[in-house]
């Protein structure tokens, strides 16, 4: 069975910076594009990044320029480097496997104004 653990999350000031990393198992990873997803209280599930097989990457627009998604097949990882941070981007951070439609228990991430 596919699992994704994500982790890195915690409590940063605004301006700050994380690194978001999610531990992939199973198989095939390196055919699986990948992405990242946020939920904040009371909101809808809203994309972060897009990764591909190949290493293409895409952004909200919002969030072009700030975020940066990144895989390493040999580790099975997928990273999602967060600059520039805001308030508004406090939420529970996942990880998705888009070819088998599956994500991890999510990791929080705080941002104190």
């Known amino acids: 069975q596919v699992q994704l653990v994500e982790s890195g999350g915690g409590l940063v000031p605004a301006g700050g910076s994380l690194r978001l990393s999610c531990a992939f198992s199973?198989?095939?990873?390196?055919?699986?594009?990948m992405a990242w997803f946020r939920q904040a209280p009371g909101k809808q599930r809203e994309l972060v990044a897009n990764?591909?097989?190949?290493?293409?990457?895409n952004y909200p627009d919002s969030l072009k320029g700030r975020f940066i998604i990144s895989r390493d097949n040999a580790k099975n990882m997928v990273y999602l480097q967060m600059n520039s941070l805001k308030p508004e981007d406090t939420a529970v951070y996942y990880c998705?496997?888009?070819?088998?439609?599956?994500w991890g228990q999510g990791t929080q991430v705080t941002v104190s104004s």
């Open positions: 990764i591909t097989i190949d290493s293409s990457t």
């Open positions: 199973g198989s095939m990873f390196d055919f699986r594009p």
């Open positions: 998705e496997d888009r070819w088998g439609g599956m």
